[in-house]
Nanobody, 126 residues
Framework: QLQASGGGLVQPGGSLRLSCTAS????????VGWFRQAPGKGREAVSC????????FYAASVKGRFTVSRENAEDTVYLQMNSLKPEDTAVYYC?????????????????????WGRGTQVTVSS
């Protein structure tokens, strides 16, 4: 199972760091993606990091504000979110990509991922 954590209520311009941990299996050797879903909207890709951490993908809406990273020794993937906006409000999910190196045409597609965790709510509001 995967578990995303670290969400909460933050004011516009604030920061949060989300964590994604796995139980029952290891992230090592797999890419991990972050997605979000706002009420009434579909699941949107946010970011993805390959297995080594050397390649990262970002949605245009978060590029320059969010940073994905991983600590393979701890089997944890992080999403640092800065300069948060009200439109970032959503439930955030992490998911395992069944491979080590997704490509540009696949990383943002939810059906490409094989394991999903419970999400964590992020609310950006004053």
């Amino acid at each position: 199972q995967l578990q995303a954590s670290g969400g909460g209520l933050v004011q516009p311009g604030g920061s949060l760091r989300l964590s994604c941990t796995a139980s029952g299996f290891s992230f090592n050797g797999y890419a991990v993606g972050w997605f979000r879903q706002a009420p009434g909207k579909g699941r949107e890709a946010v970011s993805c990091i390959n297995s080594s951490g050397g390649r990262r993908f970002y949605a245009a809406s978060v590029k320059g504000r969010f940073t994905v990273s991983r600590e393979n020794a701890e089997d944890t993937v992080y999403l640092q979110m800065n300069s948060l906006k009200p439109e970032d409000t959503a439930v955030y999910y992490c998911a395992r990509f069944p491979g080590s190196n997704p490509i540009t045409s696949t990383w943002a597609t939810p059906v490409q991922y094989d394991f999903w965790g419970r999400g964590t709510q992020v609310t950006v509001s004053s």
